[in-house]
Every structure is written in structure tokens, then in C-alpha cells.
């Protein structure tokens, strides 16, 4: 009997054989049909051109934002780089900006060393760099790089910027330490240089906030002492050498003796900007032996 003939109460079926056969057979008239006609030529075109076009449409847009999008990260990496290769340039000139300021400012301290020694040319000297400092803000006590090596001596006398700064007090093999004129406890004997009267120049830690040291027991009998007027060290110092600027009166007035007069100078060096000093190789009792 054959395979596909159905049996009575049986459902009809058809063997896998016979289904590839037929889908075969339909695929090769398809196929002679396409190539050798145009009868699904139109609705192909018109099936791609709702289809595929649309498609091919968004594929390119995608391809175009991807493309934007890569050349937008190239462009980004390509300007971090160059912004890092230009932070490292600012950073150099920066550092040789800052190295140039600070050689700039130590040539202008070793000018006013060099102005200092020439004027005092008289006394034999040494340079010496500020290597430590009691703290706060002023250089009223502090230590500096040179010692009994160097011939330095206790109460050998230190000048810095256009005047005195101080003597020393004790001496290391390779340091020594100075107190400066601004101390509280510093008294110094000078002279208004103009009338030659004598005062104490006496040191005030508070007053340096204003920039101004104490001066007292003037005896200007003649009111010839003014403003702006220079102090200077006198002869009759025990611990000082005569002739060094200490600074400018600024301010007097007549004491309740009506004998001397008392008031405030502006001292001749910076004692909040100290680095390098001088120092005279004469003490003022050797000078006078």
C-alpha cells in the first residue's frame, strides 16, 4: 500500500522524504522564475525600499555620531596632553621664576652688605648667613654660621642693612649666637650724630610691631635735636664700637624732669627680613687697649 494513501480513522501524514522533495522542486522553479523573469522585481524593490533603506539610513547615522563621538576623544586626549605638557612648562617657569626672585633678593641683600662694608671700611669684617632664630617674628636673638673657626668672639659687634644689629653673646667651634639691639633686656649708648648728645637706645619687642625702638635720658638743652635726625653708637659704649648707625629719631618730648627727653626711633635694619649680617673682627675693648 502506499505511504500516502490514509487509512480509514487514520490522519494523514507525509513522509519527511516526500516534504524535502516538494520544497525542492519549489525552490528551483522560484529560482528559474527570478532569474530568468521580473515578476518579483517590484515587489522585492518595494519590500527593500521599506525595509532595508530605512536601516541602512539609521546604520549610517550611527556610523556618523561613532565617527563624531572618536574624533571628539581624540581631539579631548590630544588637549589633556597638551594641557598637561603646559602645566609642567607653568610649573617650570614657576620654579625658575622663584629661583630667579630669591637669587634677586640675596643680590640685593649682598649690595647692601657690600654698601655697609665700604662705609665702614675702617673695621675688618666677616659675612655670615642667619642659620637659626629664637622664634617669632623678629630676629631678636639668633645664631649664625660662623664661630671660633672664623675668629668670631663674644661681644664682637654684628651690623646687617644700613646699621647695628646686635653683638654676640656666645661662640661654638662653627656657630655663634647674637642678641640683637631690639631685645628687651638691650641698652645701647649712642649719640645724635648731628649735636653729638648723648641717650640709651633701649630694645622693646612690642614697639617692633610698629617699627619703632625706644630712646631716653636725652639732654638737648638747646632744642636742636629734631626728627629724622641719626643715632648712632657713642664713645662712651662698653660693648658697641663708635660710629654705627642705629636708626632715625622719630618722635620726642620732654620729661616730666624737664631735663632730658625721652621718644622713639626707626631703626636702620629690617629685623624681620634678616639673612646674611656682618661681622666686625674688633671688639670695643680690644680697640681701646
Given at each position: 500500500m502506499s505511504p500516502i494513501i490514509r487509512r480509514k480513522g487514520e490522519k494523514f501524514t507525509l513522509p519527511s522524504k516526500y516534504l524535502l522533495l516538494i520544497i525542492t522542486i519549489l525552490c528551483i522553479c522560484l529560482m528559474v522564475v527570478t532569474f530568468t523573469t521580473d515578476l518579483f522585481e517590484g515587489p522585492v524593490s518595494a519590500v527593500a525600499g521599506y525595509v532595508t533603506v530605512p536601516f541602512q539610513n539609521g546604520i549610517t547615522e550611527v556610523g556618523s555620531w561613532l565617527s563624531d563621538?572618536?574624533?571628539?576623544?581624540?581631539?579631548?586626549?590630544?588637549?589633556?596632553e597638551e594641557n598637561q605638557e603646559?602645566?609642567?612648562?607653568?610649573?617650570?617657569l614657576?620654579?625658575?621664576?622663584?629661583?630667579l626672585q630669591q637669587e634677586k633678593y640675596e643680590l640685593n641683600n649682598l649690595r647692601e652688605l657690600y654698601k655697609l662694608d665700604a662705609e665702614y671700611a675702617g673695621y675688618e669684617k666677616v659675612g655670615a648667613r642667619i642659620i637659626g632664630w629664637d622664634?617669632?617674628?623678629w630676629f631678636h636673638s639668633f645664631t649664625i654660621n660662623k664661630g671660633e673657626e672664623d675668629g668670631l668672639e663674644v661681644d664682637m659687634n654684628v651690623m646687617a642693612g644700613s646699621g647695628l644689629v646686635?653683638?654676640?653673646v656666645s661662640v661654638g667651634k662653627n656657630w655663634s649666637k647674637v642678641?640683637?639691639?631690639?631685645?628687651?633686656?638691650?641698652?645701647v649708648s649712642g649719640m645724635v650724630l648731628s649735636t653729638s648728645d648723648n641717650l640709651i637706645v633701649s630694645g622693646d619687642l612690642e614697639l617692633?610691631?610698629?617699627?619703632l625702638i625706644r630712646f631716653e635720658?636725652?639732654?638737648d638743652s638747646d632744642n636742636q635735636v629734631a626728627a629724622g635726625d641719626k643715632i648712632v653708637t657713642s664713645n662712651i659704649s662698653d660693648k658697641y664700637l663708635p660710629g654705627i648707625l642705629i636708626g632715625y629719631i622719630s618722635t620726642m618730648e620732654m620729661d616730666s624732669n624737664n631735663l632730658t627727653k625721652s621718644g622713639y626711633a626707626t631703626p636702620a635694619v629690617d629685623f624681620q627680613h634678616l639673612e646674611e649680617v656682618l661681622v666686625i673682627l674688633e671688639k670695643k675693648q680690644s680697640l681701646e687697649d
Open positions: 563621538k572618536s574624533d571628539e576623544l581624540a581631539q579631548i586626549r590630544m588637549l589633556l603646559l602645566r609642567r612648562q607653568v610649573d617650570e614657576t620654579i625658575e621664576n622663584t629661583i622664634g617669632g617674628n646686635g653683638r654676640i642678641t640683637s639691639i631690639i631685645n628687651d633686656n638691650s641698652n617692633m610691631n610698629e617699627g635720658q636725652l639732654v
